[in-house]
């Protein structure tokens, strides 16, 4: 298996565990189940996923936008960069956390900034 099916695997499972906090019904159960398999979306399963986002608070929105993402990334072969500075995140901070958009020192100035707004 190469590296980076490896890393979408990881992304999609956090991803599907994100929405199985708010699957309701059967049918949405079968939805995040053969989501991981497909990459093919219909349109009955994009408005399952849109029904699942609206009932997410924010926070787990965020991180499914953060996942996302790094799928994106992962694609186009960017993936593991910081987004801010541009250097290569530490494989250690990615194991921890595969959706990481930015290296350690770039998440906790941003961070402070964030908190700086509140
Ligand atoms: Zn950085």
């Known amino acids: 298996m190469r590296p980076v099916d490896d890393i979408r695997k990881k992304l999609l499972i956090q991803r599907r565990n994100l929405f199985r906090q708010v ?3 059967e049918d949405e159960l079968l939805w995040l189940e053969t ?24 926070r787990a929105k965020a991180e499914i936008e953060e996942i996302d993402r790094a799928l994106v990334k992962l694609e186009a072969g960017q993936y593991g960069r910081c987004e801010q500075c541009g250097k290569d995140i530490p494989q250690s901070r990615l194991e921890a956390v595969p959706a990481a958009a930015m290296c350690m020192a770039c998440a906790q100035a941003w961070e402070t900034r964030a908190a700086l707004r509140k």
């Open 23 to 25: 699957v309701q019904t």
């Open 35 to 58: 989501d991981v398999e497909s990459e093919v979306e219909e349109r009955g399963q994009e408005e399952d996923m849109v029904r699942l986002l609206d009932r997410l608070d924010g």
